[in-house]
Nanobody, 120 residues
Framework: QVRLQESGPGLVKPSQTLSLTCTVS??????????WTWIRQPPGKGLDWLGD???????LISPSLKSRTSISRDTSKNQFTLQLNSVTPEDTAVYYC????????????WGRGTQVTVSS
């Protein structure tokens, strides 16, 4: 069974860089059997897709965040990461990592989410 766990700071100051890591078990970030995704939910709002990374390391980032967002992976640790630069209070949200199996249901696998607050 695929399991995902987000980790990272709960509080980030404005203008700093947010880095979150998703640790995967039961699936691999190094094969194209899965697509890995970052999603966030700001308070009182819906889910917001941030971007994907494939097993070959290709990424697709939301156009609205592309200038300050990157997604990468560490195959030795079976992790993928989100980096969001120059954060503002509008980046405050619960951040989720998710996975989609090849031929399976979109976002079949989810982490529990991690709250990130941007505040000075």
């Amino acid at each position: 069974q695929v399991r995902l766990q987000e980790s990272g700071p709960g509080l980030v100051k404005p203008s700093q860089t947010l880095s979150l890591t998703c640790t995967v078990s039961g699936g691999s970030v190094a094969t194209d059997d899965y697509l890995w995704t970052w999603i966030r939910q700001p308070p009182g709002k819906g889910l917001d897709w941030l971007g994907d990374i494939t097993g070959s390391g290709s990424t697709l980032i939301s156009p609205s965040l592309k200038s300050r967002t990157s997604i990468s992976r560490d195959t030795s640790k079976n992790q993928f990461t989100l980096q969001l630069n120059s954060v503002t209070p509008e980046d405050t949200a619960v951040y989720y990592c998710a996975g989609t199996g090849k031929g399976g249901t979109e976002y079949e696998y989810w982490g529990r989410g991690t709250q990130v607050t941007v505040s000075s």
